[in-house]
C-alpha cells in the first residue's frame, strides 16, 4: 500500500480508483483532520504570505489582495493576509464555499472583476488556468502573481507571455512582464509554489503532525493493508484523534474528558427526546 499527503495526489489516485486502475490501497493522510485542517490551513496560509513578502517586500497592509480558490489552503491565506492588514477578495467555483467566504467576512466576485482590483493575486485551487488571458488583459499596472496551490499550471504564463513585449528578472524569485499597452505584471517564482521557490515551506510545528499522520498510516497498512482493497482510505479516526491529542500534550494543554453519563447521553436515543 501507500499513503498520499497532498489534495492533488489523493484527487489523481480517488480518479484511478474509480477507473479500477489503482493497484494497492492507499491512505488518503490529505482527508485526515489533523493534516488539512492545520497544515493546509495554518501551514500554508503563514508560509504563502512569507514567501510574497520574502520575494517582493511590499507592504501588505491596505492593499487589495485576491485568493483564488476557498478550499482549507485558501482559507489559511485569506485568513493571513486580512491579518496583515490586506482588503481580501475571495474567488470561487463551488457555490458553497464562496458563500462560507462571505460569511467568514471576505468580499467574493468574479475573478475577471476581481483583476480589476487586486494589488496581489495568489492561486489556491490545485486546477489549470486559473488566472488567465481575460484577467491579465484588466490588470493593474504592476499587479503581483503568485501560486501556491498546485503546479505552475495554475497561472497561465504561456498566455502572459504571449501578451508581453518583454520580461525581466527584477531580483530573485521576482519576474516582470511588460504588456504591450505598457502596464506591468509581476509573476512569482515562474508561477511556482511561491511558499516553497522563495520561502521555506511551513513549519515543523505544524509539519509534525501530517508527517505523524503519515507515520502512522504507514504502521496501519503493514497491519491491516493485506485485508484493504486497492482503493483510497481515509485515515482510521483514532489514530487522527490520537495525532492531536499528542500535539495538545507537547504544547503542555490540557483538555476536559466526557463523563460516563455524559457518553450515555450521547449515544442514547432514549434520553433527551
Same mark, same amino acid.
Given at each position: 500500500g501507500s499513503t498520499e499527503?497532498?489534495?492533488?495526489?489523493?484527487? $489523481?489516485?480517488?480518479? /484511478?480508483?474509480?477507473?479500477?486502475?489503482?493497484?494497492?490501497?492507499?491512505?488518503?493522510?490529505?482527508?485526515?483532520?489533523?493534516k488539512h485542517l492545520f497544515d493546509n490551513r495554518y501551514g500554508t496560509g503563514q508560509s504563502t504570505i512569507d514567501g510574497i513578502l520574502r520575494a517582493t517586500n511590499r507592504l501588505l497592509a491596505g492593499s487589495v489582495f485576491v485568493v483564488c480558490g476557498y478550499g482549507w489552503?485558501?482559507?489559511?491565506?485569506?485568513? $493571513?493576509? $486580512?491579518?496583515?492588514?490586506?482588503?481580501?477578495i475571495v474567488t470561487e467555483v463551488d457555490p458553497i464555499r464562496a458563500l462560507e467566504a462571505v460569511m467568514d467576512g471576505f468580499m467574493v466576485m468574479p475573478l475577471v472583476e476581481a483583476a480589476r482590483l487586486g494589488d496581489f493575486f495568489v492561486t489556491v485551487t490545485g486546477d489549470i488556468s486559473v488566472i488567465r488571458e481575460e484577467h491579465f488583459a484588466v490588470m493593474k499596472d504592476g499587479a503581483i502573481v503568485a501560486n501556491s496551490g498546485h503546479f505552475n499550471v495554475e497561472v497561465d504564463l504561456e498566455a502572459l507571455e504571449g501578451m508581453s513585449t518583454s520580461k525581466r528578472r527584477l531580483r530573485p524569485f521576482v519576474d516582470e512582464y511588460v504588456l504591450k499597452d505598457g502596464r506591468r505584471i509581476v509573476v512569482l517564482g515562474e508561477g511556482r509554489l511561491v511558499n516553497l521557490v522563495a520561502a521555506e515551506g511551513h513549519p515543523s510545528a505544524v509539519m509534525d503532525?501530517?508527517?505523524?499522520?503519515?507515520a /502512522?498510516?504507514?504502521?496501519?497498512?503493514?497491519?491491516?493493508?493485506?485485508?484493504?482493497?486497492?482503493?483510497?482510505?481515509?485515515?482510521?479516526?483514532?489514530?487522527?484523534?490520537?495525532?492531536?491529542?499528542?500535539?495538545?500534550?507537547?504544547?503542555?494543554?490540557e483538555i476536559d474528558s466526557l463523563t460516563p453519563e455524559q457518553r450515555e447521553y450521547l449515544s442514547s436515543w432514549e434520553m433527551g427526546t
Amino acid at each position: 500500500g501507500s499513503t498520499e499527503e497532498t489534495t492533488t495526489g489523493v484527487i $489523481r489516485l480517488k480518479s /484511478l480508483a474509480a477507473q479500477g486502475k489503482l493497484l494497492f490501497p492507499v491512505i488518503a493522510v490529505n482527508d485526515a483532520d489533523t493534516k488539512h485542517l492545520f497544515d493546509n490551513r495554518y501551514g500554508t496560509g503563514q508560509s504563502t504570505i512569507d514567501g510574497i513578502l520574502r520575494a517582493t517586500n511590499r507592504l501588505l497592509a491596505g492593499s487589495v489582495f485576491v485568493v483564488c480558490g476557498y478550499g482549507w489552503c485558501g482559507r489559511g491565506v485569506a485568513m $493571513r493576509a $486580512r491579518g496583515m492588514g490586506a482588503r481580501v477578495i475571495v474567488t470561487e467555483v463551488d457555490p458553497i464555499r464562496a458563500l462560507e467566504a462571505v460569511m467568514d467576512g471576505f468580499m467574493v466576485m468574479p475573478l475577471v472583476e476581481a483583476a480589476r482590483l487586486g494589488d496581489f493575486f495568489v492561486t489556491v485551487t490545485g486546477d489549470i488556468s486559473v488566472i488567465r488571458e481575460e484577467h491579465f488583459a484588466v490588470m493593474k499596472d504592476g499587479a503581483i502573481v503568485a501560486n501556491s496551490g498546485h503546479f505552475n499550471v495554475e497561472v497561465d504564463l504561456e498566455a502572459l507571455e504571449g501578451m508581453s513585449t518583454s520580461k525581466r528578472r527584477l531580483r530573485p524569485f521576482v519576474d516582470e512582464y511588460v504588456l504591450k499597452d505598457g502596464r506591468r505584471i509581476v509573476v512569482l517564482g515562474e508561477g511556482r509554489l511561491v511558499n516553497l521557490v522563495a520561502a521555506e515551506g511551513h513549519p515543523s510545528a505544524v509539519m509534525d503532525m501530517s508527517f505523524a499522520d503519515q507515520a /502512522l498510516a504507514v504502521e496501519y497498512l503493514v497491519r491491516e493493508g493485506g485485508k484493504l482493497k486497492p482503493q483510497v482510505y481515509r485515515l482510521p479516526q483514532e489514530l487522527d484523534i490520537e495525532v492531536a491529542r499528542i500535539k495538545l500534550k507537547s504544547m503542555g494543554i490540557e483538555i476536559d474528558s466526557l463523563t460516563p453519563e455524559q457518553r450515555e447521553y450521547l449515544s442514547s436515543w432514549e434520553m433527551g427526546t
